[in-house]
């Protein structure tokens, strides 16, 4: 098994800046993708971000830009930058593990982006 620990969410206003850090434990296996998710509201939860562990990343249209999705292995740590936020970007943010057909979940943290 896999646990995941995030930290960073906050309050912050429109064109600010925020952190998302998301530290992985367990069972992990050497080829694996990290991903950042967010579910706004009444909304379904999108992917915003991921990495696989040999560096390789992809973004939704909405972010690209102005986000960046960066990991330690070392650590086992997966990170999402976001800039220039936007009060769409208003979510709970989850980070995702996935390796094969085998996926965790973090508990997820609240970015809330003011007007």
Do not use: H
Not at 45 to 59: P, Q
Not at 82 to 108: H, I, R
């Amino acid at each position: 098994q896999v646990q995941l620990v995030e930290s960073g969410g906050g309050l912050v206003q429109a064109g600010g800046s925020l952190r998302l850090s998301c530290a992985a434990s367990g069972s992990i296996f050497s080829f694996n993708v990290m991903g950042w998710y967010r579910q706004a509201p009444g909304k379904q939860r999108e992917l915003v971000a991921a990495i696989t562990s040999i560096g390789t990343t992809s973004y939704a249209d909405s972010v690209k830009g102005r986000f960046t999705i960066s990991r330690d292995n070392a650590k086992m740590t997966v990170y999402l930058q976001m800039n220039s936020l936007k009060p769409e970007d208003t979510a709970v943010y989850y980070c995702k593990f996935t390796s094969g057909s085998y996926n965790s979940w973090g508990q997820g943290t609240q970015v809330t982006v003011s007007s």
